[in-house]
């Protein structure tokens, strides 16, 4: 199963490090860095668009969990014949 790792370069948990560290374990080309909502967005419907993705990893604070669950609700809303991968958070806001 491929996974999809989204990562808000602006959470407060974030680093290089730990960017090249989870670049290392998905593979470059799972890996999509975010640093707006416009980021997400284009980032999140290009993983739907591949169709090939189990799993979506929100690596961020709640505003970017939040952010990711509603462009997947908002993606199977468009497209309710087609099956949304599950979603993982990776911890790295203040509060989460």
Do not use: M, Q, W
Not at 22 to 32: D, I, P, Y
Not at 74 to 87: E, G
């Amino acid at each position: 199963d491929k996974v999809a790792l989204l990562l808000n370069r602006n959470a407060k948990g974030f680093s290089r490090a730990t960017e090249r560290h989870l670049r290392e374990v998905v593979g470059s080309e799972n890996c999509f860095s975010c640093c707006s909502e416009e980021d997400a967005a284009e980032a999140v419907s290009e993983v739907l668009e591949a169709g090939s993705y189990s799993v979506i990893v929100a690596g961020g604070g709640d505003g970017t969990v939040a952010s990711v669950l509603n462009l997947l609700a908002t993606a199977h809303k468009a497209r309710p014949s087609k099956v949304c991968p599950a979603l993982c958070v990776l911890r790295l806001g203040t509060g989460n």
